[in-house]
């Protein structure tokens, strides 16, 4: 009996200390600065004390709501402390802030995975391959593995996604489908598929040698007939057929060669029409893109600016990483313009949060002589009643200067860029739209 009380004793003191620990930690964190902060949640990771590196990384995701990597770091610990709920929360949030920290889908496969919901864990593996992450370094992760090792078809579809990136010329070390030789490309390396795989059966082979030549003929009839999108289409089927021989699935030399002389062809013949459709078509996706940009900007809607901003973003992604240069140059021009036109959204949000709701205009006066704006100002909890004519800064604010003063509204530049205040409309309220 006096075993079974002191192991009664001993499991309670091991779920209790970790708490009182972490409470006794989170009431003195409040003080400490982001270095110190950051060397003990580190330390606490070392451990392996998660109650206690938990209480330190959320003080510093709570001071710095937008770092991305302070929240990955928080999703992570809860992800290691087991509260995978509140962890897959964090790792959306990390994906909101930066859709393209690819860690962050690995995260929230590890947590399906854990919960053996595998086709939700295996989508979230696609996308970070889609995305650019090795398939090697998920085979690392325990959780993942299997998941590789028990279906071979998965295994090929996700090794197949890595295909069209590959150069005989690229570093091996970022290039999960070869290994590591002396030189990077100097030395052929074989690419890495299960062993059970020995290539496709005969039949089919043949079959795909086959259907490698029909697609080459439809795909030159589809551009003579100004079939772009059915070409488009049949191209990438093609481009499929002949990653199966890089795959080391097509073995038979005969088709194998067949298969490589018609990839010869296509590569010489109808390749450079087909390019200059993608960046024809890559320019005009580009061009609208910003162009939605430019018309939240105009209509100073900061909500749809940031989600059009995203997806201009995810646009541009897999053309930066393009091998050809002249995409990856397009797509860098087209991102300039996305960056600094989204700075200037940016300063219209500022003002937008920050200045408006502190502003009221309460009356004009316009007449061919005189025109002044009065302006109640709430800053500092204080009300204040100012004047302000053309071309006068709002006190104690330099960035805000009137530029006209109409009937119902002023206008002003605000950082340089012009932003208005409706008449009667202030301190958080929003204006009434009048019917026509």
């Known amino acids: 009996m006096k075993k079974v ?107 399906y995975a854990k919960q053996n919901k595998e086709k939700v864990a295996t989508g979230y593996m696609l996308e970070a391959a889609r995305k650019g992450y ?4 998920m085979h690392k992760v325990d959780e993942l593995r299997r998941y590789l090792r028990a279906d071979v078809r998965f ?38 598929i299960p062993e059970e795989v ?99 900007y105009d209509e100073q809607d900061i909500e749809a600016a940031r989600q059009h901003n995203t997806e201009m973003m995810k646009l541009l992604e897999d053309k930066l990483k393009s091998t050809d240069t002249k995409f990856v140059d397009l797509a860098k021009e087209f991102d300039l313009k996305r960056a600094e036109l989204f700075e200037r959204i940016k300063i219209l949000e500022d003002f937008q949060r920050n200045v408006k709701p502190f502003l009221k205009l309460t009356a004009v006066i316009v007449s061919p002589t005189v025109s002044i704006a009065l302006i109640e100002s709430i800053f500092g909890g204080e009300l204040k009643k100012i004047s302000l004519g053309k071309s006068d800064p709002l006190p104690r604010m330099e960035e805000f200067v009137v530029k006209e003063i109409e009937e119902e509204r002023i206008l002003a530049d605000y950082k340089e860029e012009r932003v208005e205040i409706e008449l009667g409309v ?11």
């Not at 150069?167 to 290039?175: A, Q, S, Y």
């Not at 029909?214 to 007939?225: C, E, I, K, S, Y």
């Not at 202030?426 to 026509?436: R, S």
């Open 5 to 111: 009380v002191m192991g009664f004793l001993a499991v309670a003191f091991l779920l209790v200390v970790p708490g009182i620990v972490a409470a006794q930690v989170a009431s003195d964190v409040g003080d400490l600065p982001d270095e110190e902060l950051l060397t003990k949640f580190r330390q606490a990771t070392e451990r392996k004390s998660w109650e206690e590196a938990v209480v330190y990384i959320r003080e510093l995701v709570d001071r710095h709501k937008e770092n991305a990597l302070y929240r990955y770091d928080f999703a992570d610990t809860l992800l290691q402390k087991g509260d995978l709920q509140n962890a897959d929360t964090e790792y959306e949030k990390v994906l909101e802030l930066k859709p393209n920290f690819l860690e962050s889908y690995i995260g929230r496969a590890r947590i």
């Open 134 to 137: 090795p398939v090697r370094e």
């Open 155 to 192: 295994f090929l579809k996700m090794v197949e996604i890595d295909i069209p990136r590959i150069e005989k010329i690229r570093d091996p070390f970022v290039n999960p489908l070869r290994k590591a030789g002396k030189v990077p490309g100097k030395e052929e390396a074989k690419p890495i």
């Open 198 to 296: 020995e290539g496709d059966p005969p039949k089919v082979q043949a079959h795909k040698a086959m259907k490698m030549k029909d697609l080459l003929f439809q795909v030159q009839r589809n551009l003579t007939d100004n079939e772009e999108d059915e070409a488009r289409k049949n191209w990438k089927l093609l481009v499929e057929l002949y990653n199966d021989v890089e795959l080391g699935r097509i073995t038979d030399k005969k088709y194998k060669d067949q298969m490589l002389e018609t990839w010869k062809v296509a590569d010489e013949t109808v390749y450079p029409r087909l390019r200059e459709i993608e960046i024809r078509k890559f320019t005009e996706e580009a061009n609208a893109a910003l162009a939605k940009l430019q018309g939240d």
């Open 426 to 436: 202030g301190f958080g309220a929003t204006p009434v739209k009048k019917k026509p």
